[in-house]
C-alpha cells in the first residue's frame, strides 16, 4: 500500500466519526452496490445491501482504529478512508428503519428500500459474493444488512444545485454516503413519493433472526462443539441477539453456564425441543402415529393416535402466532421464536422420518408466507402445516460413516455450517507443551492420511485438561478419547496409527514366525505407559515417528535440528 493510503489512515484515526446522535427516528443513505453498481441484480433479489472487502472479516463491534488494521493491504485502492468510513457506517450507523437509496454513477437512480436488520458477515464458503486474489477485494461483498427493496426503477437524476455558490451538489463516489435535507435528500424523496412505514415492533421477525437461518445444519469432526453451539443458537435466536453477541457473552467467567441455564429455563417454557436421531427413529415419533395405550388394564389392549415431537411442538409454536383482525393485519407483535434441535441429524433415515414434511419445512412453505403449503397427514386426516416461527438446527458428525447416506431433499432445504478445530481455544500449555500445536500436528497428519473431515476437535481439551493443566489429565484424553477415535478411523491399522503419534503411542510387534504380515501392515498395539511422561507429547510435536529418548543425548544441534524440522 502506498505511503499516502497510511496517511489517509491515520487522519481519519485523529478524527472519528462522531457516534449516533440519540432520537434520531430515521436516516437516508445513498448506496452503490459494488463497483459501478454491479452487484444491484443480485442484492435486489437477495433482499440486502453489501459492501466490499470482506477479507477484513467481520467488523462488528470494532473501532475505527481496529477497522484501518483490517483494511490495511487489503483494499486496492487510492482512498482507503472512503472505504473505511462506507464499512464503520454501515456496521454502526445505518439502522434498522433507515431509507436507502441506490445508484448508478451520479446520475442514475435504481430503486429504493429500507434497512430492515443488523449488520452481519457472509462467512459462507460457498457464497458467491467471495472473490480470490487480492486484486478482488472490491469485489469481496460479506458485509451486509438485509433491506426490504420497495423499487427498482432506472431514473435520470437531476442533482440539486447549491444555492450559495450556484454549482450543482454531486453525489460521493463512494460505496454509502448519508444524504439529508440540506443536500440530495428533497430530490430523492420526490422521486419516490411517500416513503414505506416502519414500526420496530413489527419487524421482530427480520431483525431478530438477521444472522440465523431458518433451517441450519452444524457439521463438523468430532469433538468441534457441535451440540455445544446449539445452545448459542438457540439463545441467540429466541432473546433477538446475533451469534456474535452470545459468544462475546459466553467469553466470560461463568458466561457459558448462564446461558446454559437461560437455554434450560426456555427448553421448560417449551419455546426449544431437543431430540437425537438414530436408526431406529421413526416418521410417528416425530411426526404422528398410533400407539398402544400401557396405562389399559391387564388383558384389554387399546390403540390411540398421539402427535409426535415435532407436530406437538409445532402446534405450541402455532399457537403463539397472532391471528389476524377484521382488516387482515396482525393484532400483536411478531411471534416469539421457536426453536427445535436435532442431534446427530444424519444418523436418521430422513425420508422416513420427515415423510411429507420434507416440503413443509422450506422458508417459503411455511405458516403465514405468501407461497405456505399444507398437507393432509395420513393417520389423522387433518391439514397440518410448520409454522414460520420454528427454527430446526441439526447437528451432524462428518466422522460418521452415515453421512454417506445424508439425503439429498435435506441438502437443499437447510444451511451447512462447517465448525473445525478451533486453534485459539487451545492456545494453552500443559507441562511446557503447546496443546493447539500438538493437536495441530495430529491433525496435519490425519488430513494426510485420511481426511480433514476426520480430525480432532478442540471440545476434548477443554475439560479437565485445560482446567487442571496436567500431564495426567492430558494423558486421560488421550486414552480415553484420541487414540479410541484413530483405532476407529483406520480400522486398528497401527501403521497409520503409528504415522500419526509415531512411536509415542504405538509399539510395533514382530512379525509372527511362519506368517507374513499382509499389505506390509504393521502389527501393533496401544502403549499407554508413557502417557503421563512430557517426552511423550514432545515426540508427536516433534515429528520423529521412530522416537527415542537416547536421540536426544547425541548432540544438542541434532535435537536442535529435529524442532526446526517440525
Known sequence: MEESNGDAFTAHAENPLPPNPEGEARRYWVYAPGVNSSWWEEVYAEGTMRLPCGKTGSIAGKSIEEIIALLKGKWISDKPRDVMICM?????????????????????????????????????????????GSKDAAHDMRHCRTVQWTHKVEWDYIEPTDKQTGKPIKLKKQFLQKVTETDHLPILRSLF??????????????????DYDINTILYGPPGTGKTYATILYAVGIIEGKSLEQIKAETATDGGYAEAAKRFRDYKEKGQVQFTTFHQSYCYEEFIEGIRPDVSCQEGAVRYELRDGLFKAFCKKAQSAVPESGADGSAESAAPPPYVFIIDEINRGNISDIFGELITL??????????????????YSREAFGVPKNVYLIGTMNTADRSIMRIDTALRRRFTFKEMLTDYSLLDFTVAGIHIGSLVSTIN??????????????????????????TLPALGKVFADNIIPLLQEYFFEDYMKIWQVLGGAFVEELPDVPGLESPDDRVRGRID??????KETYLAIQRGAYGYDEEDEDEDEDGAADDEDEA
Not at 441506490?102 to 430503486?111: D, F, M, P, T
Not at 419445512?361 to 395420513?378: N, Y
Not at 497428519?445 to 479437565?464: K, N, Q
Request: hydrophobic letters at 25%.
Open 361 to 378: 419445512i422450506e422458508s417459503t412453505k411455511r405458516l403465514g408466507k405468501d407461497e405456505e403449503q399444507t398437507c393432509i397427514l395420513p
Open 444 to 469: 496435519a497428519r490425519i488430513e494426510a492420511l485420511y481426511d480433514r473431515e476426520h480430525t480432532i476437535g478442540h471440545s476434548f481439551f477443554l475439560g479437565d485438561c485445560k482446567r487442571r493443566r
Open 88 to 132: 464503520y457506517d454501515l456496521a454502526n450507523n445505518v439502522r434498522p428503519g433507515d431509507i436507502i437509496y441506490v445508484r448508478y454513477g451520479s446520475k442514475k437512480i435504481l430503486g429504493r428500500g429500507v434497512v430492515t436488520g443488523a449488520y452481519t458477515f457472509d462467512d459462507n464458503p460457498d457464497s458467491p459474493y467471495i472473490s480470490e
Open 528 to 533: 499407554l505407559s508413557g502417557k503421563d511422561k
Open 193 to 210: 413519493g411517500e416513503e414505506p412505514d416502519y414500526n420496530p415492533q413489527d419487524q421482530g421477525e427480520t431483525t431478530m433472526t438477521a
